[in-house]
């Protein structure tokens, strides 16, 4: 009878618990977008606290952001005059705004107020 079943047999270390057992499966299985995520994070960290490569990649972005007009290699200065946009942005101070110095609006070839920006 199941009654006179041993007592101490159940106090055995039960078997590992199938659902715990497939919660660790998929744990170890979700690491790998964890590593992939790390390996990101160490090449990024790598190219910033590497100085050759950091400037390296300042040199990359600079002409990059400098070419589509978020910043300009030289401010406009009091006094700068322009014989025209080619000098401008050889110069570096390319796109000029209204108000800025040298301006002039025979440099802003659509009148919205920006010369020599890259499209007129
Ligand atoms: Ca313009």
Redesign the pocket.
């Known amino acids: 009878m199941t009654k006179h079943y041993p007592e101490h047999s159940r106090k055995r270390r039960p078997r590992p618990n199938p659902i715990r057992q497939q919660r660790r499966n998929e744990e170890s299985g979700s690491w790998w977008p964890i590593l992939l995520l790390a390996a990101v994070i160490g090449a990024g960290a790598g190219i910033l606290s590497n100085p050759t490569g950091a400037s390296a990649w300042l040199a990359k972005a600079r002409p990059v952001a400098v070419s589509v007009g978020l910043t300009r290699v030289r401010e406009p200065q009091s006094g700068d005059y322009w014989a025209g946009c080619n000098d401008a942005r050889a110069a570096g101070t390319a796109?000029i705004y209204a108000g800025e110095p040298g301006y002039r609006s025979d440099?802003?070839?659509?009148?919205?107020?920006?010369?020599?920006?890259s499209?007129?």
């Open positions: 796109p440099m802003d070839g659509d009148s919205d107020g920006i010369a020599c920006e499209h007129g």
